[in-house]
């Protein structure tokens, strides 16, 4: 339940900028979520409305934007979206890899009033 944490931090991150822009309302905050990174966007949701109560953050929209995994092949050098339990190149069938995206996790931007 690392949810938790991840969405107190975010939040507090939120709140700073909206504070710095002299926002009165947070509408909307975008999210980008890396698939390995595990992080469920409804438990993201289900804190965000507990822990924004009372700031003026609350009733935000939360969106989430999901990147999945990608690997870049040692072999071939060729980059490819990881599928779960797949760990071979698509291209030449090696399985010596990199992980070059799906770790991603931050406020991409947040709209305010
Ligand atoms: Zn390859």
Known sequence: MHELAITQ???DLVLEQAEKAGAR????????IGEMTGVVGDCVQFYFNF???GSI???AALSFKVIPTMARCRGCDKT???KEFDWACPYCQGNSMEIIGGKELFVESIEVE
């Open 9 to 11: 931090s975010m939040l």
């Open 25 to 32: 309302e947070v509408g909307k905050i975008n999210l980008v």
């Open 51 to 53: 822990l924004s109560k």
């Open 57 to 59: 953050a609350e009733g």
């Open 80 to 82: 490819f979206e990881l």
